[in-house]
């Protein structure tokens, strides 16, 4: 009986770990398309002038007011600040809430997307734009660290704290709204701050992109083990 029990639960986790990929499935692979397209056109110098349309218009803006809100947002996406709200937030989740695999998920997203951001950068080796940096930056420019760890950490904070809301049946379309504004406000202040190209901050959206979905994939499917 127990042998029959658990053939019959077999096809039911299969289809939901099936349904549960292709979207993943889906997303990822147009991300990392994109992705292909940058590298490529990063490889071949095509970026050019791309980056120089964009880079002149968001620094077109240019204010002192406006730089320093462009230097606030720009700290958001700072490890600092990330680290901080990592183990607060953790915190909350385990100690409080007792939801250990939603820490699993919050510490995975962050560490996992700066290990990756550093690989990649160290493959492309792409030199930060020759222009005057409003706030210091180092190390190689493609992709966009900040860019890629705002889609995956606060991706994935926004994605929990929806979850959350809409499993108690609370408005939470505001939080989907707030979290993309707050990805792109990240993205577009090191456009302007002058630390980064635009085809830079693209690259770190998709790949931090495709490992969000990775870790919400993750999340969704030992979820829905743990029901079967």
């Given at each position: 009986?127990?042998?029959?029990?658990?053939?019959?639960?077999?096809?039911?986790?299969?289809?939901?770990?099936?349904?549960?990929?292709?979207?993943?499935?889906?997303?990822?692979?147009?991300?990392?398309?994109?992705?292909?397209?940058?590298?490529?056109?990063?490889?071949?110098?095509?970026?050019?002038?791309?980056?120089?349309?964009?880079?002149?218009?968001?620094?077109?803006?240019?204010?002192?007011?406006?730089?320093?809100?462009?230097?606030?947002?720009?700290?958001?996406?700072?490890?600092?600040?990330?680290?901080?709200?990592?183990?607060?937030?953790?915190?909350?989740?385990?100690?409080?809430?007792?939801?250990?695999?939603e820490t699993v998920l919050l510490a995975i997203s962050l560490s996992g997307a700066w290990l990756l951001n550093i690989i990649l950068k160290e493959l492309f080796r792409r030199a930060r734009p020759d222009i005057v940096h409003l706030v210091q930056a180092g190390g190689y420019s493609f992709p966009s660290g900040h860019s890629m760890v705002a889609v995956a950490f606060y991706g994935v904070i926004g994605y929990l704290i929806w979850l959350n809301l809409?499993?108690?049946?609370?408005?939470?379309?505001?939080?989907?709204?707030?979290?993309?504004?707050?990805?792109?406000?990240?993205?577009?202040?090191?456009?302007?701050?002058?630390?980064?190209?635009?085809?830079?901050?693209?690259?770190?959206?998709?790949?931090?992109?495709?490992?969000?979905?990775?870790?919400?994939?993750?999340?969704?499917?030992?979820?829905?083990?743990?029901?079967?």
């Amino acid at each position: 009986m127990p042998t029959q029990n658990t053939s019959s639960a077999f096809p039911k986790q299969l289809a939901i770990f099936s349904k549960s990929l292709i979207w993943g499935l889906c997303i990822s692979v147009l991300l990392l398309t994109i992705f292909a397209k940058l590298s490529e056109g990063l490889l071949y110098h095509e970026l050019g002038m791309f980056d120089k349309v964009i880079g002149e218009l968001i620094r077109g803006f240019t204010t002192p007011s406006l730089t320093s809100v462009a230097i606030i947002i720009t700290y958001l996406g700072s490890a600092y600040i990330e680290i901080a709200l990592m183990f607060i937030l953790g915190a909350v989740l385990l100690f409080r809430l007792k939801h250990i695999w939603e820490t699993v998920l919050l510490a995975i997203s962050l560490s996992g997307a700066w290990l990756l951001n550093i690989i990649l950068k160290e493959l492309f080796r792409r030199a930060r734009p020759d222009i005057v940096h409003l706030v210091q930056a180092g190390g190689y420019s493609f992709p966009s660290g900040h860019s890629m760890v705002a889609v995956a950490f606060y991706g994935v904070i926004g994605y929990l704290i929806w979850l959350n809301l809409r499993n108690r049946s609370k408005p939470s379309w505001y939080v989907v709204v707030f979290t993309f504004a707050l990805i792109l406000a990240i993205g577009i202040s090191r456009i302007y701050l002058g630390v980064h190209f635009a085809s830079d901050v693209i690259a770190g959206y998709v790949t931090g992109g495709v490992w969000a979905i990775t870790c919400i994939v993750g999340l969704t499917e030992i979820r829905n083990s743990e029901h079967v």
